[in-house]
Structures are given as structure tokens and as C-alpha cells.
């Protein structure tokens, strides 16, 4: 099984992504935790990648390709990409990558979000800064406020989930994303999630979606 997942920042991918692999078995690429890692390790790549990233911006394609190429196609027993292709161009070249080594996407999950709830995901959000654990004050809070459960370090908002950094990555998201969808869409393998409600709830559609997708292409 091979799945991209599409949807605005906050819209629950990663969550999503990490069920669907411990599900399936699949290996969950996450383009956010790939390019943070890179920057991180401040590797070549990562120092040309940090400006882009602290600033909500969209990394280039060319740099975007480079980084999750090898990635996906070290994947052969099935992976679920969260967070790229991010632009027409990435999944062209994703598309062009795949298929040369006869490991076509199977299914295109688009993630969509009522703004308001989008919002409200934002503003809660807490992360550690020592072990990258990831809270939210409503919906997945540490056992004490503020702190993390692993290592009792305190928890931070992290400079993406800043209000003006997140408008920005939102607005960039819509306007980049609109062609992508006309892409996948044409290509049929491309379903819509309601990714506005529990995460348990959302969790039950998605899985359904994939196991239906795949009874059918079973079946004919
Ligand atoms: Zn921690």
C-alpha cells in the first residue's frame, strides 16, 4: 500500500498517518518531521532548508524531491506520506519517481478541515522541545500543565504554530494546493476525508476508506 495524504497544516495527517501504518504496516513518512530533523542536524541541506522552514515557508521543489526520493523508494514494502507532494511539481516528479520503479500511489487522501476548528488545534498546541512530544491543552494534554510527561521539560509553541506563522502556512497551503487537487483529482484514487470531527472518529473513516479502496482493487 502506497497513500499520500493531503490536507492544511493541523488537519490531523500525522495522527492519521500513524495509525494507518501501525494498521497496515506501512512506513509513515512525514515531510515536517523529515525537513525538522534535516534542520536540525544541520546538515548541508538543513542549514538551506532553515530559512525557508522558520518562516512559513514552503521549501523549493527541487530540495523537496531530493529529500524524500530515496526515502520513498527505500520504502518497498508500502509507506503513507504525510505532508508531500506539497505542489504540482513534486507530485509530478513523485509520480515520474514511483513509477519508474513500478511502485505506484494507490490512493490520494485529501484531509479537509472547517477553519474554525483548524484554529482552535493551533492555539492549543504545546510541544517539547527536548523529545518533540506533542500536546494540545484540549485534546491531548500532559498529565501536569506545561510540562512534559517524558522528561518533565517545559513544553513550548513551536515557532510554526506561532498565530502569524500559521496564517501564513495556511494561506500558502490553499493557494499552492488548488492545481494538486486538480491533478489527483483527474487520476481518480482520490477521496475526501471530513477531518473536522474526534480524531477516533476520523480515524474509523479513514481506515474504512483504505480498506474499502482495497477490497475493491481486490475484487476487480
Ligand atoms: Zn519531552
Not at 77 to 90: A, E, I, K
Not at 172 to 179: D, I, R
Amino acid at each position: 500500500m502506497r497513500i499520500a495524504l493531503l490536507g492544511p497544516p493541523g488537519a490531523g495527517k500525522g495522527t492519521q498517518a500513524a495509525r494507518i501504518c501501525q494498521t497496515f504496516h506501512l512506513i509513515h513518512f512525514s515531510s515536517g518531521d523529515i525537513l525538522r530533523a534535516e534542520k536540525m542536524f544541520g546538515t548541508s541541506l538543513g542549514r538551506r532548508i532553515r530559512d525557508f522552514i522558520d518562516n512559513g515557508l514552503l521549501v523549493p521543489d527541487d530540495l523537496m524531491i531530493q529529500i524524500m526520493e530515496q526515502r520513498v523508494l527505500a520504502a518497498r514494502d508500502g509507506f503513507v506520506l504525510d505532508g508531500y507532494p506539497r505542489t504540482l511539481p513534486q507530485s509530478q516528479a513523485l509520480k515520474r519517481i514511483l513509477q519508474a520503479a513500478d511502485m505506484p500511489l494507490d490512493l490520494v487522501l485529501n484531509f479537509v478541515v472547517d477553519p474554525k476548528v483548524l484554529a482552535r488545534r493551533f492555539e492549543g498546541r504545546r510541544i517539547c522541545p527536548v523529545c518533540l512530544a506533542v500536546y494540545h491543552v484540549d485534546t491531548m494534554p500532559s498529565k501536569i500543565p506545561g510540562v512534559c510527561d517524558h522528561d518533565s521539560h517545559e513544553l513550548i509553541i513551536r515557532q510554526d504554530d506561532m498565530p502569524d506563522v500559521v496564517r501564513k502556512r495556511i494561506e500558502t497551503y490553499q493557494e499552492s494546493m488548488a492545481p494538486l487537487f486538480a491533478y489527483y483529482a483527474q487520476q481518480g484514487d482520490f477521496k475526501t476525508i471530513d477531518a473536522s470531527g474526534s480524531v477516533d472518529d476520523v480515524t474509523r473513516v479513514v481506515l474504512d476508506k483504505i480498506r474499502r479502496h482495497f477490497e475493491a482493487a481486490t475484487a476487480s
